[in-house]
């Protein structure tokens, strides 16, 4: 039983590595985000979307952060 479990931590640990190397690999080959307006944690930029007239609030960020 102990080299069932020990095996199975010693494969997750390699997995968990692979996976973290594979992410900051990623992240190299990826240009940069633009700058874009602040957000909330969680929910993002949930709450400062209007209801209505919704076009002129994009088009007014487009303005500042470009299309």
């Not at 590595?17 to 690999?25: E, M, S």
């Not at 088009?59 to 952060?65: G, H, I, P, Q």
């Amino acid at each position: 039983m102990f080299l069932q479990t020990s095996s199975m931590l010693l494969f997750s640990l390699v997995i968990l590595a692979w996976w973290v190397f594979r992410q900051k690999l990623d992240r190299r080959k990826r240009p940069p985000l633009p700058p874009g307006p602040p957000t909330d944690p969680i929910i993002g930029h949930l709450r400062k979307l209007p209801k209505e007239n919704s076009e002129n609030y994009f088009y007014e960020l487009s303005k500042d952060y470009g299309e």
